[in-house]
């Protein structure tokens, strides 16, 4: 038996979520991806402590949907796998794109936060690499740096823009080494943009941090 593998290209159509509006008293826009196993409806409601006038939140949805544990009951959803990754990574990005066009991001570059958290960071990075979007701030939150990623993808930043890298003392995904490695790897991206912020914790989403990073609070 002779296999091979072929491939083909189609129009897709997938969802995002969003909450608050975009009004002349919005100060922050946030584009937030969100890790495995989460829907973007529900990962959104982590954003809640921030003031719904002054912060406007959209949270795209990863497009690769499982039932999770044998009940078939919850659904979770992940963004990339090792399986095909190249071909699907440029499918989110094409989504991405899309759903930054819909939302005119590119109109309000100083008003702009990129969030990542877990394996959303990933996306968040490839996404602001790849489109060379000027942001307000960029917040990695407990999650791996693509090892392709090089310091001359991000040049096009102000030095002015604050990069925060949040993680959990106590996660369960992270040894010594793998903060040590994810520090330097964040070190040779951003620079002097960088703002390390360790909190007491497990690998769960910060809404302390996320608060007072939406009023650039952060000594």
Known sequence: ???????????????????????????????????????????????????????????????????????????????????????????????????????????????????GFSQGVSIALRWVAASQITCKAIVIHSGGIPKELTADRFSFLPETTPVYLIYGTEDEYLTEERIRTEKELAQNLFGSRLKILPFEGKHIVNKDLIHKISQFNIE
């Open 1 to 115: 038996m002779n296999l091979s593998e072929k491939e083909v290209s189609y129009q897709s159509t997938n969802n995002y979520s969003t909450a608050n509006s975009l009004t002349n008293t919005t100060e922050n826009i946030w584009i937030t991806f969100h890790g495995m196993g989460y829907l973007s409806r529900y990962f959104i409601n982590y954003f809640d402590v921030l003031d719904t006038k002054k912060n406007y939140i959209i949270a795209p949805q990863a497009p690769s949907k499982y039932y999770q544990g044998k009940g078939f009951k919850y659904v979770g959803a992940s963004w990339l796998t090792k399986e095909n990754t190249l071909p699907e990574t440029q499918n989110i990005l094409n989504y991405t794109a899309a759903v930054a066009t819909n939302e005119k991001l590119a109109d309000n570059p100083n008003k702009l936060i990129v969030f």
